[in-house]
């Protein structure tokens, strides 16, 4: 696609229940990313995969977040038992092999609220 | 622990008037610096990115600056408009021993409004 491409784009849950967030990178991006982003606040990193190298999961704040991604295409982001906490925008990025110097492009994000 | 801290936190100044913003990091070993424009409820936007041998690059109105012995960047946004309105993210890449790997550090941003 034109762009990095996230679904759904509004999502309201209750507590206590299971979310999963999809990210669609631009073709050809090896290099993907998840970040959070809570109203007001900065971007934090939770999870970065590149290519068929192991995920750098150092940014998951607990257990109940978990993230998956098909070869070097489509990753869901899953939150189990979701708490208002996790109320915030989900956005995931993607970059050319995650090289040095190359644009890194960002989605629109998933808004998560959680009542 | 690898830290990015931007300063202002807030700005507010007139439409046609120029501004700058200021980035100063720790992250080692550096890779690149990027600045980002994000509007609000909108994903991040790349302005530009430098690397450690630049000391300075320009995309339309905006300019970067790079010191990286002081470890200080600066976004100079140039004869401001109503659409500049935004929080603008400073960016650090730290340079990981895989090669192809870098790990990024956001700052929190500077929020921007320009007015009438």
């Known amino acids: 696609g034109a762009g990095v491409s996230q679904s759904p784009s509004n999502k309201v849950t209750e507590k206590g229940k299971d979310v999963e967030l999809r990210c669609d990178p631009i073709s050809g991006h090896t290099a993907l990313y998840w970040y959070r982003q809570r109203l007001g606040q900065g971007l934090e990193f939770l999870i970065y995969f590149q290519g068929n190298s192991a995920p750098d999961k150092s940014g998951l704040p607990s257990d109940r977040f978990s993230a998956e991604r098909t070869g070097e295409s489509v990753s869901t982001l899953t939150i189990q038992r979701t708490q208002q906490e996790d109320s915030a925008v989900y956005l995931c990025?993607?970059?050319?092999?995650?090289?040095?110097?190359?644009?890194?492009?960002f989605g629109e994000g998933s808004w998560l609220t959680v009542v | 622990k690898n830290q990015v801290e931007q300063s202002p936190q807030s700005l507010i100044i007139l439409e046609g008037k120029n501004c700058t913003l200021q980035?100063?990091?720790?992250?080692?070993?550096?890779?690149?610096l990027r600045w980002y424009k994000q509007d609000t409820g909108r994903g991040p936007v790349s302005l530009t990115i430098m690397t450690f041998s630049e000391n300075t690059k320009s995309n339309g109105r905006y300019t970067a600056t790079l010191d990286a012995d002081t470890k200080q960047s600066s976004l100079h946004i140039t004869a401001s408009q109503l659409s500049d309105s935004a929080s603008y993210i400073c960016v650090v890449s730290e340079f990981l021993n895989t090669g192809t790997a870098s790990k990024l550090t956001f700052g929190t941003g500077t929020r921007l409004q320009v007015t009438l």
């Open positions: 990025a993607s970059s050319f092999q995650g090289l040095s110097g190359n644009t890194i492009y």
């Open positions: 980035c100063n990091y720790t992250v080692s070993p550096f890779s690149n």
